[in-house]
């Protein structure tokens, strides 16, 4: 009984979720005028792929993936290396102001975005770098959560591991790049996808931070384009769904590490 | 000191240091190890330095800039000039920041309880789903993975008056189609719908966490006690999911007052500014009005207010789960 | 007897290790009081004490991994309280092994052979010969999941000989093992000891392995040295109650009374009356002392026999082929003896005791060792 219910539940639940997904997709691939139908028809008779056609050759849509992209895996790549050193330093070592330094990148994490989001676009403006690519790359590299989660992991790891490779002659860079990265590895990945997650989504500041056409990320070009796109749904569908089809591939393949890091993101503790 | 000696013929002390043994002076000491703990303390400063660098040029000066803005005018077309607490007044009697806080307050009167409840009211659910689970998990989740934007896009499709679903839905069934988007009362519960859509996922993913980690015992203990599956709930599960809740309504609360995305996209605060969210009025004091100081002054108040509530949050993590 | 000079010079010394007035301070917490020690070279040192007395904080200290607050630290002569663990040629076993679970044994015994930059051919030579000494060869290929408790510990032991260092320290290293496999373990290290003989360190709560395996045991109780000696030693000339009760098993008996002498006889009184032989003349009377009989050494003896102690048997623990008895005596104090089962003890039943004079320690109320003459 009470299982029937919790199927009910449930199932309707994941309907409501999906099924805008699902009718997005179908939409991206009808044609335009046929959107009129009524009654509307779910699977499309007919496969139109002008939309995506659109999208893709006379739209900079493409130019946008290759700008997420660049930006994402980039912001990504130093960031796990710099979050996992300053970790690390936190972790283990010893340095006068270690705690009180700490206590300020814990304060730091709970700065709202939208809070530095003026002066952050002086900065880069007076920097002389608008419109480029550093200006989407540098600021998120402040992003304090990194280093708490890295520290975390890295915590856990037993001293007489680090003691061992000590005496055994390992300079400390050596003994993070020999001991302790291989052995915190799940963490990197969790916080690579997290970041990687959160740049891929990211909307505000690179809204902000640029101007030209050809600089727009996904999330922001489809968002400006409403005025010359106007009603044209068809090519805006197929532009969500390639912005999706990504995430959720990764999402599917990589189910466990996106739960950890959507968590970690937002527990921020 | 050891072992001190004792009364009798002999001593029982034990010869520590032997005569003519010459120490090294305490002068010596200090200065080897200024240089050993220098070469230590230099070695954690590289692995830190790069990221402190980035937190402190893109994270902490702008604070501080928030702050020096805040008593300030102009920036963009006009000199600067200090103007005390002026952005302060002109905030609070400014019609729109008003409506802004207002529509803040409605955008969390909706969103949250509904996001929370129903959150909740699946996981608990979702325990009872075994075959299939796993994929049903992930089609509720799947709306959390789309960027705002997008789902606001969907939603702004959904909710075309002429060719979105719902209107289409409503002329199926013989009913009048609204407007949503267009329409003053409607466009902020229209906004609040999407977010609640595009969140619900991850409400449950994390009510579903806490409910896992719910110690067996206590449960196995009720059962032998003999409660059954609505007692247990009341008495086991309710008492201690209550912290779990109380964090996520501050942690929802938080997300709630930076609504910005789905704003921009789906209605750029309108019509009539019903839809403006602070932020939303924070974008805009930048980037229309070029009030950065007004802009400013806002970005405090929401620091202020948002920080107070991490405080909070903090402070529930602290306290030990007591039942 | 030699000292370095302040720039480092190696000055001879006859020590490998030396400690001088060390003391260690964690915050308010202190570990180690103004320890000193000389470890000579080839020894088989072993210091025992109970947990938090600060043993394993002197192989830090050795080691590098810890500073000193305050003291000197001297290797082969040389001042080393500012040098870098690496560069102290000292190897450490550690009580959880710390062998790295991402590589092979192999790589794990090679690995410090490695830092130092030997060829590859070196490498493995040695790993070889290591291997063949520990009997490990066959795990080489393995990871130190893969591997047995008593596996482990002759992986993390090759990865410390391997180095060929002035001296090893042991951090506990038989503690995870189960009471068989520690045994054997033990009579290896000691043929290993024999065989490669360096300089050991060797940390245990254990009085057992202390008391095989030791050339010399340094006793320790929060952060001081009670007592430094042969096993031989503290066992039959303890400086003070704590050694005399932790080294032994079952404890040694202490009872509180008063030294004096009638009639030219010394004699101790109080929880019990014992008449002392003449070795302990000429100590002055004190008000307060104890007196301490080891179990083993206390004698059962027949009921009429003279200058016994009479008691009755309160519980009988059989332990193989002994017999621990728990024997209240008349004035009420408690005892424990050491018999063996030919005495066929039963409890409930009378016993007669006597306590042979070499046998006798006594102390001062603090608890210090009073000398005989």
């Not at chain 1, 691939?29 to 939309?51: A, C, E, M, R």
């Not at chain 2, 912290?243 to 709630?256: Q, Y």
Request: net charge positive.
């Amino acid at each position: 009984m009470l299982t029937t219910f919790s199927y009910a539940v449930t199932i309707v639940v994941a309907l409501a979720c999906s099924v805008p997904l699902f009718y997005i997709l179908s939409t991206s691939l009808k044609d335009q005028q046929l959107l009129f139908t009524y009654p509307p028809n779910w699977i499309p008779s007919h496969l139109y792929w002008g939309n995506y056609t659109s999208l893709l050759f006379k739209t900079p849509f493409l130019r946008w993936v290759l700008n997420t992209l660049v930006v994402a895996s980039s912001v990504t790549l130093i960031k796990v290396v710099f979050d996992s050193m300053a970790g690390y330093a936190f972790a283990k070592m010893r340095f006068p102001f270690r705690n009180a330094l700490f206590v300020v990148v814990i304060m730091t994490m709970m700065i709202p975005f939208s809070a530095i989001l003026i002066p952050l676009y002086f900065i880069i403006f007076n920097f002389g770098l608008l419109n480029t690519y550093w200006a989407l790359i540098l600021p998120p590299l402040a992003n304090p959560i990194g280093i708490f989660l890295m520290r975390g992991f890295i915590e856990g790891l037993p001293n007489d591991l680090e003691n061992a490779a000590r005496l055994d002659g390992v300079s400390e860079f050596g003994i993070y790049l020999r001991i302790i990265l291989p052995l915190v590895r799940p963490g990197l990945v969790v916080l690579a996808v997290l970041t990687f997650l959160t740049q891929y989504t990211s909307f505000i500041w690179p809204l902000v931070a640029v101007n030209d056409q050809s600089m727009q990320l996904i999330t922001t070009g489809l968002a400006t384009q409403r005025s010359v796109w106007q009603v044209n749904y068809g090519i805006f569908s197929a532009g969500a769904v390639m912005a999706l089809v990504p995430i959720v591939a990764f999402f599917l393949l990589l189910q466990k590490q996106f739960i950890a890091a959507s968590l970690a993101g937002a527990l921020k503790q | 000191m050891t072992a001190e000696s004792a009364v009798g013929p002999a001593p029982a002390a034990f010869p520590l240091t032997r005569p003519g043994r010459p120490r090294l002076s305490k002068a010596d000491h200090r200065r080897l190890r200024r240089r050993y703990e220098i070469g230590r303390v230099a070695v954690a400063i590289g692995f830190l330095l790069p990221n402190l660098f980035f937190l402190i040029v893109f994270l902490l000066w702008p604070l501080v800039q928030v702050f020096i803005e805040m008593f300030q005018t102009g920036g963009l077309i006009e000199p600067i000039r200090y103007v005390g607490l002026r952005n302060w007044e002109r905030i609070f009697h400014d019609p729109v920041v008003i409506q802004t806080l207002g529509n803040s307050l409605r955008f969390a009167v909706i969103i949250i309880p509904t996001m929370l409840v129903l959150g909740l009211l699946i996981a608990l659910v979702l325990q009872n789903v075994k075959r299939g689970g796993a994929t049903l998990r992930a089609l509720i989740y799947l709306p959390v993975l789309a960027p705002t934007v997008i789902a606001g896009l969907i939603w702004l499709f959904l909710l075309d008056p002429d060719l979105g679903a719902f209107n289409l839905f409503l002329r199926v069934i013989g009913a009048k189609p609204l407007i949503y988007l267009g329409s003053t009362d409607l466009a902020l519960p229209s906004v609040a719908a999407m977010e609640v859509w595009r969140s619900i996922g991850f409400w449950a993913l994390y009510f579903l966490a806490a409910l896992i980690g719910m110690p067996r015992e206590l449960y196995q203990a009720a059962h032998l006690d003999g409660a059954n599956s609505v007692q247990r709930f009341r008495f086991v599960t309710l008492p201690l999911m209550r912290r779990v809740f109380l964090f996520a309504i501050v942690l929802a609360t938080i997300f709630n007052l930076q609504i910005f995305d789905s704003v921009y996209v789906m209605t750029d605060g309108g019509p009539a500014n019903t839809t403006a969210t602070f932020v939303w009025y924070i974008y805009h004091a930048l980037f229309f009005f070029y009030r950065t100081g007004f802009g400013a002054t806002m970005a405090f108040l929401l620091l202020l207010i948002i920080l107070a509530l991490s405080l909070v949050q903090m402070r529930l993590l602290r306290r030990r789960i007591g039942v | 007897m030699n000292s370095s000079t302040p720039t480092g010079q190696p000055v001879a010394s006859e020590y490998d290790i030396e400690l001088v007035e060390v003391t260690k301070r964690y915050g308010t917490v202190t570990a180690l009081s103004s320890v000193s020690l000389e470890i000579e070279p080839g020894e088989f040192l072993v210091l025992l004490g109970p947990s938090g007395c600060g043993k394993s904080t002197i192989l830090k200290v050795i080691a590098g991994l810890e500073d000193a607050t305050e003291g000197d630290v001297y290797i082969k002569g040389k001042l080393a309280n500012y040098v870098r663990p690496k560069a102290r040629d000292v190897a450490m076993v550690f009580q959880n092994y710390a062998l790295y679970p991402h590589m092979t044994v192999e790589t794990n015994l090679g690995f410090p052979l490695r830092m130092r930059g030997a060829s590859k051919a070196e490498q493995a030579a040695e790993v070889a010969r290591v291997a063949g000494l520990l009997s490990i060869t066959d795990q080489l290929k393995k990871y130190p999941e893969q591997l047995s408790g008593g596996q482990r510990q002759r992986v993390a032991l090759g990865r410390a000989i391997i180095r060929k260092p002035t001296a090893f320290l042991m951090d506990e290293p038989l503690s995870n093992l189960d009471a068989l496999l520690r045994v054997e373990m033990r009579s290896e290290l000691l043929k290993l000891h024999r065989r490669v003989g360096r300089t050991t360190v060797y940390v245990t709560h254990d009085q057992v392995e202390a008391m095989t395996m030791a050339s010399r045991i340094v006793v320790m109780r929060n952060g001081v040295i009670q007592q430094v000696g042969t096993p031989v030693e503290v066992y039959a000339e303890p400086t003070n109650t704590f050694v005399a009760t932790f080294v032994g098993s079952p404890p040694m008996n202490l009872f509180e009374g008063r030294f004096g002498s009638t009639n030219g006889t010394p004699v101790f009184s109080g929880q019990v009356t014992v008449t002392l032989d003449g070795r302990w003349n000429g100590l002055p009377a004190t008000a307060e002392a104890l007196l301490g009989v080891r179990p083993e050494d206390i004698v059962v003896a027949g009921p009429n026999d003279s200058g016994t102690l009479p008691g009755r048997i309160e519980l009988v623990e059989k332990v193989g082929a002994e017999e621990y008895l728990s024997v209240v005596l008349e004035d009420g104090a408690s005892c424990t003896v050491r018999a063996s089962i030919r005495v066929a003890a039963r409890e409930g039943e009378r016993i007669s005791l006597r306590f042979p004079p070499d046998a006798i320690h006594l102390f001062t109320q603090e608890g210090l060792r009073l000398k005989t003459a």
